[in-house]
């Protein structure tokens, strides 16, 4: 098996997917009847293991959200762990990639592990997993929603340059950054701001299975959180390495597979 500094390397160099394989069941049922090692064959042996890493833009997103839909549709696959470390990105494409979180959870256990930073829409993706799990050093949250604009009109009136826009409707170019932003558009994106964010809240709220008012009240209100007062407010579940959680999400499998064959007769 890989070693796990090598796997992080991967991940976030490529930002990847890996399946792991799991040799546990073999070992559990050496000289088994012939049956059940036929039965095992069909049921899952191994975990996934899905990155996602550093700054989030569309492209980035909408390939995470590939790798998680082909590790829920794997057969081979029976618990999927996301390994996360991402200050976080674009609002576009972040919702969709939480549902396909959503929808690998639907049909297998999923565990996120931050083991840098889960931040903004990077906690807003994790937060869909059956369990978060952090590295003590990580930190998780930053639960909100900026838009940033830049005027330069000053500066291009010292150089003497005076730029004229020409619309063809009254909000086109709304926000460029040739002209101070009007209280008008200001007001427009605040309200932009504000939707984005109630989507945010919903979301983690719906995830992390709790009142969108303690996720308001408690998640840090845009602050970052260290493992530990995530764990203690709620946002995640279990302090642990990434090692750690990879083979706990093996044992659980080992576990669910032992107890099926059990439970059909074998």
Do not use: C
């Not at 059940?36 to 700054?55: F, H, W, Y």
């Not at 976080?88 to 990639?97: I, S």
């Not at 297998?108 to 059956?130: D, E, R």
């Amino acid at each position: 098996m890989m070693h796990l500094e090598a796997l992080l390397r991967l991940l976030a160099l490529e930002g990847g997917s890996l399946i792991l394989a799991i040799d546990e069941g073999r070992a559990l049922h050496a000289g088994a009847p012939a049956v059940l090692e036929a039965a095992q064959a069909q049921k899952p042996t191994s975990v996934g293991l899905v990155g996602l890493q550093g700054a989030l833009w569309p492209s980035r997103l909408n390939d995470f959200s590939q790798r998680m839909d082909a590790a829920a549709a794997n057969p081979d696959v029976g618990h999927i762990v996301m390994a996360v470390d991402s200050p976080g990105g674009t609002l576009t494409g972040t919702p969709e990639a939480a549902a396909a979180v959503a929808r690998a959870r639907a049909v297998k256990p999923v565990t996120a592990h931050v083991h840098g930073l889960g931040a903004s829409a990077a906690y807003w993706i994790a937060s869909q997993a059956h369990e978060v799990h952090a590295s003590p050093s990580a930190e998780l949250g930053s639960i909100g929603v900026l838009a940033t604009h830049l005027s330069f009109a000053k500066a291009l009136a010292a150089e003497g340059i005076d730029p004229t826009i020409i619309r063809s409707t009254p909000w086109k170019a709304e926000g460029h950054p040739f002209e101070p932003l009007s209280d008008e558009a200001k007001a427009h994106w605040q309200s932009q701001v504000d939707d984005a964010h109630k989507d945010f809240v919903r979301a983690v709220a719906q995830g992390r299975r709790v009142t969108q008012a303690k996720v308001d009240s408690d998640f840090g209100k845009g602050r970052l959180l260290s493992a530990q007062q995530a764990v203690d407010a709620g946002m995640a579940d279990k302090i642990s390495t990434l090692g750690e959680t990879l083979a706990a999400a093996r044992t659980r499998m080992t576990t669910r597979r032992t107890r099926s064959a059990a439970f059909s007769g074998f």
